[in-house]
C-alpha cells in the first residue's frame, strides 16, 4: 500500500512548504515511503476529495487526512512500532503547544521577512493569489512587509530563546534524536532555506548547528531537495 | 525527614513569587509536605548556604537545591513513586521549553504591566532593592512601565494563543491532570492575584476556568493562600 502525500510545489519544481516539510520529515522517522504530488496553490480541485482546501494532505489506504498536525498524529497512532514522533506520556500535548507557538511566534515573524522572496519563488499561475491573500493579511505590500525586516529579525531571535536553552545541553529539542518538535522547527528553516536567500542564523548560534544535524537526517534528504530545487 | 522552602516574602506575609509557586505545586503534586521559610529579597545571608542569591531554594536532607526548574527535577528524580510532574518521555525537554517559554515571553511582559502594584506589596525594606534593580531593567520607572499596560496587555493576549489552542480540548495542559508544565504557567497568574488588582484574564478565556481548576487543586491551597495574604 502507498502512501501518498500531496505538497504545495513552487516555481522549478521547488517544495518549500514548512507545513509540508513537517509532514516529509514526519513520514521519514516513521520509515515510510511515500508518493510526493505537487499541488500549486491554486489547483484547490486537485485536493477537493480532502474536504478543504490547504495542503499537506495524506492518503492512507482509506484514510485521507488534512493539517500537518493531524498528519502527524494519524501516523504516530497508526505505526505504532516505528519510532516513536512524540515519546509518549506528555510528549504529544506539550508538541502540540509547540507546534502552536511556532506557527503563531515564529512562522508569523517570518512571513513577513521573505513574503517578497517567496513571491518569486510561487508558480507562476499562483503569483497573483499568493500576493492578493498575503497583502490581505498583512494590511501592507509584499515589498512593505519585507523592508520591515530588520524589526522582525530582532523579534526572531529573542523569540527563538527558549529554543537555544533546549539546545544548549543536548543535540536535539527533546535528546538524543529527533523528535516531531525537531520537524516543526525544521520545517520553517527549510522553508526560508528553500525559498529566500535570506540566512536567519548565525553560524555561532546552536541552532545552526541543530538545523545542520537536521539537512543531514535520513540520508540528507532535506539537503539534497532543497539543493535540486535552488539549482532548477 | 523534613523539606524546607525558602520563599520570598513580601509586606503582609504575601507569597507572590512565581518561581515559589512552581516549587509549592510541584511538592503538593509529589504529596511532600514541607516547611516554607520565608525570605525578603534582600535577605541574601539567609540563602548564602545555597552559593547563590535568589529563591525559591529547597533543602532536602543533604540536598540544597535553587531554581525552580532544577527543584521540580529534582523532586522528579527523586520521588519517582509519586505521581510524575514531566510524564515521562519527551515530557520533560518540552517542559523544560515550555518553562523557559513562559519565563521569557510571559513573564517579561507581564512584570511591566504590575511592576508598580508589586512595589506596593514587596516588604518595606526591600522597596528601594526591588526599585532600583527593576528600574534598571526597563530603562524606565516603575510607574512609567505600569503606563504601557495597554501595550503589553495586547501582547500578552496574543502570547497566549498556542496555550488557549491546548485548552481547548482538554482540561489542563498535558491532559486530564495537572502537570508540572500547569504550575510553571500558574505561578505567573498566582503572582498577578497575589500582588495587583489587575485581572489579566476575561471570564470567557479558556484559561480563566483552568486557573480557577489550579486555585481549587490540593484542597484550594492557592486559593486559600492568596485570600489570607490579601486580606493582611
Redesign the interface.
Known amino acids: 500500500m502507498t502512501l501518498k502525500l500531496y505538497e504545495l510545489v513552487g516555481a522549478g519544481d521547488r517544495r518549500f512548504s514548512p507545513y509540508c516539510w513537517r509532514a516529509r520529515m514526519a513520514l521519514a522517522h516513521k520509515q515510510l515511503a511515500a508518493e510526493f504530488s505537487p499541488c500549486k496553490f491554486t489547483d484547490k480541485e486537485l485536493i477537493a476529495f480532502s474536504g478543504q482546501t490547504k495542503v499537506p494532505v495524506l492518503v492512507d489506504g482509506d484514510d485521507v487526512i488534512s493539517d500537518s498536525w493531524a498528519i502527524a498524529c494519524h501516523l504516530e497512532d497508526k505505526y505504532r512500532e516505528r519510532p ?1 514522533l ?6 504529544r ?6 507546534n ?2 511556532v ?3 515564529i512562522n508569523a515573524a517570518l512571513i513577513r521577512m521573505v513574503a517578497r522572496d517567496i513571491y518569486d519563488c510561487v508558480h507562476p499561475h499562483d503569483r497573483d493569489y499568493f500576493r492578493s491573500t498575503r497583502e490581505a493579511r498583512f494590511g501592507c505590500s509584499l515589498e512593505q512587509a519585507q523592508a520591515e525586516r530588520p524589526v522582525y529579525m530582532e523579534r526572531l531571535r ?2 527563538l ?3 537555544r ?2 539546545l544548549e545541553g ?1 543535540p536535539y ?3 538524543e534524536s529527533p ?1 516531531y ?1 525537531d520537524y516543526v522547527l525544521f520545517g520553517t528553516f527549510q522553508w526560508v532555506r528553500c525559498a529566500s536567500p535570506l540566512e536567519v542564523l548565525e553560524a555561532t548560534d546552536p541552532l545552526y548547528s541543530w538545523r545542520e544535524r537536521l539537512l543531514n537526517a535520513f540520508d540528507a534528504m532535506a539537503r539534497r531537495h532543497s539543493r535540486l530545487t535552488r539549482a532548477a
Open positions: 516513536s512524540f515519546g509518549g506520556g506528555y510528549g500535548p506539550l508538541t502540540k503547544f509547540f502552536s507557538w506557527d503563531s511566534e529573542q523569540a530563546a527558549p529554543v536553552t533546549l543536548q529539542l527533546c535528546g523528535a518538535a
